[in-house]
């Protein structure tokens, strides 16, 4: 059982982990069944239903209480397994939300420079919905990017001659 729990906790990180169960604990609800409160041993490795039935019944007639007095470790180890794949689980999905968040923090391209480098691979001319393509920004963000390019010189506004449309031409 020593083995187990250094395994255990080791295996989460170095740091015991006050959620995992403990044998030792479920024997000593388990003799509580001894002056009456039966299933309380079930209860506690998450299982209500089986523990609810022990109760209302004194533990089937003490027959499932006493299978209880083997079965106790590995319940035990079952609710811990249990425990430790949902601790990995969320330490995975918030060590992939760390990790992407740090890519787009490490991003040294600024819009305004992904809107300039867009701008030069279009041969200096955009439209509104090609910036949002670019950019991924919506539209407000769009609008709010280019009216900044207006206003540092980097780009001025035009129709195009033949459809009339709005497009943006671009110094680059």
Request: hydrophobic letters at 40%.
């Amino acid at each position: 059982m020593g083995q187990s729990l250094h395994r255990r906790s080791h295996y989460l990180g170095g740091k015991p982990q006050q959620s995992l169960l403990n044998v030792g604990i479920a024997y000593l609800l388990w003799c509580a069944g001894l002056v009456g409160f039966c299933g309380l041993q079930r209860f506690y490795v998450s299982q209500p239903i089986t523990g609810l039935l022990y109760l209302i019944t004194f533990g089937f007639c003490g027959i499932g209480q006493f299978i209880d007095l083997f079965l106790i470790p590995s319940l035990v180890e079952q609710r811990n397994t249990y425990l430790e794949r949902r601790y990995l689980t969320n330490l995975q999905i918030r060590y992939l939300a760390a990790q992407e968040e740090a890519e787009l923090n490490s991003s040294s391209t600024t819009p305004m420079q992904r809107l300039l480098q867009a701008a030069k691979e279009q041969g200096g001319v955009l439209s509104e919905a090609q910036v949002a393509l670019y950019t991924g920004f919506n539209a407000k963000q769009v609008e709010e990017l280019l009216f900044e390019a207006q206003r540092l010189g980097y780009a001025t506004v035009f129709n195009d001659p033949e459809t009339g449309a709005v497009r943006y031409r671009f110094d680059v």
